[in-house]
């Protein structure tokens, strides 16, 4: 790399780190996801908490002698409501939050229940009303649908599945993680660097043209290819500063926004994050060549923005497909530029990376930055795009 483009990248990191502006609009967004995403798990796991000491109000009729063992569970503190109300009373009472869980049983249903042959007319019915937007009322109801469907499935037993307390999932702790970071972390890694790219390389080169700046950086003696890598190489380390921020905020914060699941990230080493790395950077580059493309177009930043708007769209179709939560094994789909850099980003977080495909992520991506600063030396020597004439 020659002495100019050093120069460059040299100039460009300055202006940006020796900004305080610029500097707080890099390191903040990393914070913002942090406080913001660790507020939500915690408003969320509050959402479904049930104080310990609450005492459940349930109204029921005709209850059996035989099902009392529901209600006494030592779980749950019951007490019985023994006032007489109308349905409609009871209902309003259930829609006002007053009590948890309204349960009508059928009149001598345990006896109707056990004499009971399927297929012979209607089954005997129990009526369980309840209010899902109140924790307690949402918990007490599944507890009662629990226990009656083990006693249903009891009675007109024809087989078993999994009786015994075996365990039968036997997905392992790190393997609900992946599932976890493989649906939801590509598309939000692609959003933050895409969106770090956005706001660096906008200011950097439609900004410059704006001010007017620019037209004195062309007509020194240094080469218009090495102000393209000089500004790409700087504005892509930029990117990665601010891509590094949103990234370790987001997995600083997830352990509480997946409070409740059992999520770790500690299965993935070293080699891991090495991989991880040199897609991203693969990937932020392809980023910050077609944005400096639009930016070096575009008369000025507003007009860049614009024109970025489409872009972002797209990126963010594409980091969706990541859903999925499984890359696909097709070489030759990873030799579509992002699209591939997603696909590598799941194989390599779900701990199945294969090579071939990888490096054909790299070379693919690297070789449409080449094009890309080829496209923008062109620019720089075209004084219809870099004056507006």
Known sequence: MSKNVFTMIKKELTRFFTDKRMLVSLILPGLLIYVLYS??????????????????????????????????????NV????????????????EQKEIDLVIFYEEDFYTKMVNYTVGNGLAPEVEIYYN??????????????????????TLSNKFDINRSSEKYDMASEDDVSIQIITSLLPFLLLTFL?????????ES?????????????LITPTKKSEIAIGKIVSLSIITLVSAASSFTGLMLS?????????????????????????????????????LALVSAYAKSIKEAGTYAVPL?????????SSMIGASTSKPVLYAIPVYNSVQSIISILSLEVDMLNLAITIVVNLLVVLLGVIGLTRMFNSEKIMFNK
């Not at 007490?79 to 259930?94: C, G, Q, V």
């Not at 899902?132 to 499935?153: A, M, N, P």
């Not at 080169?205 to 950086?217: D, S």
């Open 254 to 290: 997830l352990p509480k926004l997946m409070e409740g699941a059992d999520f770790s990230i500690n299965m993935y080493g070293a080699g891991t994050y090495i991989l991880l790395f040199a897609v991203i950077i693969s990937t932020v580059l392809i980023y910050v060549v077609l």
């Open 39 to 76: 507020f939500m798990g915690n408003m969320t796991s509050q959402m479904f908490e049930v104080d310990e000491n609450h005492v459940y109000s349930v109204y029921v009729t005709n209850e059996p002698t035989e099902l009392e063992s529901i209600r006494n569970n030592p779980l749950f």
């Open 312 to 320: 972002m769209i797209l990126n963010m179709l594409v980091g969706i």
């Open 205 to 217: 080169i439609a900004g410059e043209k704006e001010r007017g700046t620019f037209a004195t950086l």
């Open 132 to 153: 899902s937007t109140k924790s307690e009322s949402g918990l007490l109801f599944d507890h009662y649908v629990r226990e009656l469907s083990i006693l249903e499935s």
């Open 194 to 202: 895409f969106s770090g790219a956005m706001s660096v390389a906008s």
């Open 79 to 94: 007490s019985l409501i023994t006032e007489t109300y109308s349905k409609d009373e009871l209902m309003e009472k259930l």
